[in-house]
């Protein structure tokens, strides 16, 4: 095991379970939601009315970026703030920060009727457990991102970056964001077929479970979704992105849990009619399965 995979095995994990004689579970990441992006938020919005599930856990990346709760009165944040309010009031709706929004404040998610769940932590549901996770701090590969997560996770980072006008920090966000879609077209001309986004470390993966006490995790993060045999009875979900303004690849999935602990990849509009007991396709023949 590398050293950073043996440091994931030293995590305590946060524990949680839905609520009483729940009915379906429903996991949904990276959607990136932003002005630009008006089908993708529609259809999100739609979801949220309509989906069957009475839990819907976000497991981050909600927005396509967040730069400090004092931007919520921003126009597309706060109708986008609305909307979470809304759903939150209609069933229990959980959010777990990702790489462009881990500057969501805990009080902001409190009043807005939201549950905050830290990134992993592990969910007590259908007589097991399952490992939640974002998924970025699992690619142990990407040296040079994870020395910048270090960096922005810290409170001292936050803090000094809190601090500067609202304006800078959205013209920094931006400027960050076309560094790291630089480094991605690089990477992938250097390495032409090989994917712009490091995968998780397996290692990790393994390390995280055996803290959880679980043989499946469920994250998002590298938009490719899939089911991957970690070994040993072991296994990772990968969720799919959300992007219905991509003309040529529109693509919107979610997994929804069961009480009789099947997983089912649903899109958005079979999640609103599905009845939530046994629809759909179960997550491993929807989605392939691989290694890692």
């Not at 095995?9 to 004689?21: D, K, R, S």
């Not at 069933?91 to 920060?97: A, K, Q």
């Not at 905050?116 to 592990?122: E, T």
């Not at 799919?240 to 991509?246: A, E, I, P």
């Amino acid at each position: 095991m590398s050293e950073g995979a043996a440091l994931h095995a030293l995590h305590v994990l946060h524990e949680w379970a839905p609520a009483a004689h729940w009915r379906a579970i429903d996991f949904v990441a990276d959607l990136h939601l932003a002005a630009e992006h008006p089908r993708t938020l529609c259809a999100f919005g739609e979801y949220l009315q309509g989906t069957q599930a009475d839990h819907v856990v976000l497991l981050g990346d909600v927005f396509e970026v967040w730069v400090g709760d004092d931007g919520r009165e921003l126009a597309f944040e706060h109708s986008l703030l609305t909307l979470l309010a809304a759903a939150a009031r209609a069933r229990r709706l959980f959010f777990m920060p990702g790489n462009r929004d881990f500057l969501v404040g805990a009080s902001l998610l409190a009043e807005l009727g939201i549950t905050a769940l830290p990134d992993p932590c592990c969910l007590h549901a259908a007589g097991r457990r399952w490992l939640l996770a974002h998924g970025d701090a699992q690619c142990l590969g990407d040296e040079p991102y994870q020395r910048y997560r270090t960096q922005v996770r810290s409170p001292a980072w936050q803090q000094a970056f809190l601090a500067r006008p609202l304006a800078e920090r959205i013209a920094l966000a931006r400027a960050m964001r076309e560094e790291s879609m630089r480094v991605q077209r690089e990477r992938s001309a250097a390495k032409p077929g090989m994917e712009s986004v490091v995968d998780l470390d397996a290692a990790a993966c393994r390390a995280l479970l055996a803290a959880c006490g679980a043989r499946e995790m469920i994250h998002g993060h590298t938009h490719r979704p899939a089911v991957h045999d970690l070994g040993e009875g072991l296994r990772r979900h990968v969720l799919s992105d959300w992007d219905l303004d991509d003309a040529k690849a529109p693509r919107a999935e979610l997994l929804r849990l069961l009480p009789d602990g099947n997983l089912h990849r649903l899109t958005p509009q079979a999640a609103c009619v599905a009845a939530a007991s046994g629809a759909g396709t179960s997550a491993g023949a929807a989605a392939g399965t691989g290694t890692a």
